[in-house]
Nanobody, 122 residues
Framework: QVNLVESGGGLVQPGGSLRLSCAAS????????MSWHRQAPGKEREMVAE????????LYSDSVKGRFTISRDNSKNELYLQMNVLNPEDTAVYYC???????????????WGRGTQVTVSS
């Protein structure tokens, strides 16, 4: 069974940084494109970043482009999201997901983690 577990969330000051991790199991991680999404209070879930199975291509939402970096370590079955210059609008529950628009076989995510809370506040 596919399992995705996020970690690394927490409280951070505006302008600060956080690095989220997603531990994946139950599938061949290295063959699969992955993505990060977030859902802020009262708002719809939105795509944040996507990455191909080999990590060579990435895609970001306009709201995070230039500030966030998605990466992966296929030897560890882990997905990462480096978040810099955080602002209160980044406050949300962040989810990792299997698949995304860069994935050939899973253009829409089919499995999701439970999420990790990121709160940006002074």
């Amino acid at each position: 069974q596919v399992n995705l577990v996020e970690s690394g969330g927490g409280l951070v000051q505006p302008g600060g940084s956080l690095r989220l991790s997603c531990a994946a199991s139950g599938f061949i991680f290295g063959n699969t494109g992955m993505s990060w999404h977030r859902q802020a209070p009262g708002k719809e879930r939105e795509m944040v970043a996507e990455i191909t199975s080999d990590g060579l291509r990435t895609l970001y939402s306009d709201s995070v482009k230039g500030r966030f970096t998605i990466s992966r370590d296929n030897s560890k079955n882990e997905l990462y999201l480096q978040m810099n210059v955080l602002n209160p609008e980044d406050t949300a529950v962040y989810y990792c997901a299997r698949g995304g628009s860069l994935s050939w076989y899973t253009p829409h995510p089919d499995y999701w983690g439970r999420g990790t809370q990121v709160t940006v506040s002074s």
